[in-house]
Nanobody, 125 residues
Framework: QVQLVELGGGLVQAGGSLRLSCVAS????????MGWFRQAPGKEREFVAA????????YYADFVKGRFTISRDNAKNTVYLQMNSLKPEDTAVYYC??????????????????WGQGTQVTVSS
């Protein structure tokens, strides 16, 4: 089993920054990918970004390109999501996820097997 714990959510004003962390423990898939998703009230869960544990290759949703950066620290089994220039529409619960059959360009939530509990990000206008 894999356990994922997200840290770093909170309340921030529009234009501000937050950094989310996702710490993985248990059986870790060092050859696969870690993704970040988000879900706003009344909306479907959507892909934000993903990174390959092995190569560091990344992939982003269009709406976060240039504002968010995903990175990883393999030694700490931790993936980060640096979020800059935040907008009120970025308000959501953010989740990290991984799975045996995902790559850094896998954007569909159902492809991921393991999920964290989520962390709330609220951006005020």
């Amino acid at each position: 089993q894999v356990q994922l714990v997200e840290l770093g959510g909170g309340l921030v004003q529009a234009g501000g920054s937050l950094r989310l962390s996702c710490v993985a423990s248990g059986r870790t898939f060092s050859s696969y990918a870690m993704g970040w998703f988000r879900q706003a009230p009344g909306k479907e869960r959507e892909f934000v970004a993903a990174i390959s544990w092995r190569t560091g290759s990344t992939y982003y949703a269009d709406f976060v390109k240039g504002r968010f950066t995903i990175s990883r620290d393999n030694a700490k089994n931790t993936v980060y999501l640096q979020m800059n220039s935040l907008k009120p529409e970025d308000t959501a619960v953010y989740y990290c996820a991984t799975g045996e059959h995902v790559s850094y360009y896998t954007t569909t939530p159902f492809s991921y097997d393991y999920w964290g509990q989520g962390t709330q990000v609220t951006v005020s206008s």
